[in-house]
């Protein structure tokens, strides 16, 4: 069945660091893949999302590339904010029905 | 505020009582979801409709689970005879699917869009 691995947190960061949170995904077909976001005390948001191959999707500075030849959807930033302190999560859609999630990676930046 | 709701917010109960939740999804939204989310887990789905008919469920929603969406519009989910293994945080979102009927899809028919989640702990 379908599957999303994701890094295993916490990450830890210095402000202004460069982030990457590595996804991999096991799928047939075409999924669409997002990366949300769980705020402290907060519900899932949606962060970015991409629909087909070699899409990048980007928001509030974060980007993510659909690399099918590696099944990969890797979440990058260049500086990042004690504010991106957060859950993410990489998740997979197939079928326009339910999403497959990994199981989240945490992220602390410090000041 | 036009995003998917949740109610209650948190739920405490004794095992072996009843618990249920609601879900209004974001008007318009004709698809919606359930799942849930264990501490440092990803989220797990459970069931979804699209408008008034529940389409699939999961392996994870046993017989002591039941979903309703009876107008097309909010949800239920209902938990009897809870255990503690049901403690978790139990999560809604909608979507917009094209009915087919429609020359294109309105919007974007990907994205599911989350409620705040009931957080529900069984003593």
């Known amino acids: 069945g379908d599957s999303v691995t994701q890094m295993e947190g916490p990450v830890t960061l210095s402000e202004e660091a460069f982030l990457t949170i590595n996804c991999t995904y096991t799928a047939t077909g075409y999924p669409s893949l997002f990366w949300y976001v769980q705020y402290p005390g907060e519900g899932l948001q949606l962060l970015l999302k991409a629909t087909k191959a070699d899409d990048k999707g980007s928001n509030k500075g974060f980007e993510a590339t659909y690399r099918k030849e590696t099944t990969s959807f890797h979440l990058e930033k260049g500086s990042v904010q004690v504010s991106d302190s957060a859950v993410y999560f990489c998740?997979?859609?197939?079928?326009?029905?339910?999403?497959?999630f990994g199981g989240g990676t945490r992220v602390l930046v410090k000041p | 505020d036009t995003g998917v709701s949740q109610n209650p917010r948190h739920k405490i109960t004794k095992r072996g009582q009843n618990v249920t939740f609601r879900c209004d999804p974001i008007?318009?939204?004709?698809?919606l979801y359930w799942y849930r989310q264990t501490l440092g887990q990803g989220p797990e789905f459970l069931t979804y409709f699209q408008n008034e008919a529940q389409l699939e469920k999961s392996r994870l929603l046993s017989d002591r689970f039941s979903a309703e969406r009876p107008k097309g519009s909010f949800s239920t989910l209902e938990i009897q005879r809870t255990e503690q293994g049901d403690s978790a945080m139990y999560l809604c979102a909608s979507s917009l699917a094209s009915s087919g009927r429609a020359r294109r899809p309105l919007g974007d028919t990907d994205t599911q869009y989350f409620g705040p989640g009931t957080r529900l702990t069984v003593l």
């Open positions: 998740a997979l859609l197939r079928g326009g029905n339910k999403l497959t």
């Open positions: 008007s318009e939204h004709n698809r």
